[in-house]
């Protein structure tokens, strides 16, 4: 059974930083791509940032130049270091990979629990 487990949110005031990570666990055989989404109340989940298995990212306009994704291609995890964080920021953050656990067969999504950013004063 695969596992993506997420850590490091929490409130933050305007301006400030927080660094996300998402280890995922379990039987995996290889790991593609990985990312991570956020969705604010009252909107649909969206794109942050992604990153290939060869280290290529994109980023949504709204974090360029203030969100860095990055992974640990051992250790099967992915970051999120989230500078001049803004108000509108403010979302629950899901952690994405696409894997190929060794019981499926094929490479699919798995999604981690979330995990809730506030920046606010």
């Known amino acids: 059974q695969v596992q993506l487990v997420e850590s490091g949110g929490g409130l933050v005031q305007p301006g400030g930083s927080l660094r996300l990570s998402c280890a995922a666990s379990g039987s995996i055989f290889s790991t593609n791509a990985m990312a991570w989404y956020r969705q604010a109340p009252g909107k649909e989940r969206e794109l942050v940032a992604a990153?290939?298995?060869?280290?290529?990212?994109e980023y949504a306009d709204s974090v360029k130049s203030r969100f860095t994704i990055s992974r640990d291609s051992a250790k099967n995890t992915v970051y999120q270091q989230m500078n001049s964080l803004k108000p509108e920021d403010t979302a629950v953050y899901y952690c994405?990979?696409?894997?190929?656990?060794?019981?499926?067969?094929?490479?699919?999504?798995?999604w981690g629990q979330g995990t809730q950013d506030t920046v606010s004063t």
């Open positions: 990153i290939t298995r060869g280290g290529s990212t």
């Open positions: 994405n990979a696409n894997l190929w656990a060794s019981s499926s067969g094929r490479y699919r999504d798995y």
